[in-house]
T-cell receptor, first 109, second 112 residues
Framework: GNSVTQMEGPVTLSEEAFLTINCTYT??????LFWYVQYPGEGLQLLLK?????DKGSNKGFEATYRKETTSFHLEKGSVQVSDSAVYFC????????FGTGTRLTIIP | DAEITQSPRHKITETGRQVTLACHQT?????MFWYRQDLGHGLRLIHY???????NKGEVSDGYSVSRSNTEDLPLTLESAASSQTSVYFC???????????FGQGTRLTVV
């Protein structure tokens, strides 16, 4: 079956640091890949997505590239802000999403 | 604006009681899903539906049931609540053939 392995947290960084959160997947066929973000007390929001190999998803300064050869979809941001503190989930589909365990990110001023 | 709403947002119940969590979406999406979120497990799929009268079991369906009598609603019922079902529950919906899902705000359920 499908599965997602995500970098364990928590991750604590200083403001303006570079962020990488690793995500690898196992799936049959050609899934779509996602990063969702969950701010405290809220539901999940789609951060970015990629639907085919070599696609790059981007939003709010975050990027992730769909790498079929390494079955990876690592999340990156060049300069994090305090407001980026949240839990980040890697996920894949089609139709019903399979999630990783989530990575809690805390940015300190 | 279209949205997906869950109710209640918080619920405390006793072991053995039946509990129903509501999920209502106004996007006219065919696909609806229920997940539970637990520390160390991420989100795990409980039940899902691809349309009216269609329901399917997810990876953690034991002790839960759903029914889909219309497009907008997918209530989740815990037939006899257990302490192991203390969790945060999220409902989501998506359009047929589309991969992006929209999530509700979640229901925090405590079984005492």
């Amino acid at each position: 079956g499908n599965s997602v392995t995500q970098m364990e947290g928590p991750v604590t960084l200083s403001e303006e640091a570079f962020l990488t959160i690793n995500c690898t997947y196992t799936a049959t066929g050609y899934p779509s890949l996602f990063w969702y973000v969950q701010y405290p007390g809220e539901g999940l929001q789609l951060l970015l997505k990629a639907t085919k190999a070599d696609d790059k998803g981007s939003n709010k300064g975050f990027e992730a590239t769909y790498r079929k050869e390494t079955t990876s979809f690592h999340l990156e941001k060049g300069s994090v802000q305090v407001s980026d503190s949240a839990v980040y989930f890697c996920a894949l589909s089609p139709e019903k999403l399979t999630f990783g365990t989530g990575t809690r990110l805390t940015i300190i001023p | 604006d279209a949205e997906i709403t869950q109710s209640p947002r918080h619920k405390i119940t006793e072991t053995g009681r039946q509990v129903t969590l509501a999920c209502h979406q106004t996007w006219n999406h065919n696909n609806m899903f229920w997940y539970r979120q637990d520390l160390g497990h991420g989100l795990r799929l409980i039940h899902y539906s691809y349309g009216v009268q269609d329901t399917n079991k997810g990876e953690v369906s034991d002790g839960y049931s759903v029914s889909r009598s219309n497009t907008e609603d997918l209530p989740l019922t815990l037939e006899s609540a257990a302490s192991s079902q203390t969790s945060v529950y999220f409902c989501a919906s998506s359009r047929t053939g589309e991969t992006e899902a929209f999530f509700g705000q979640g229901t925090r359920l405590t079984v005492v």
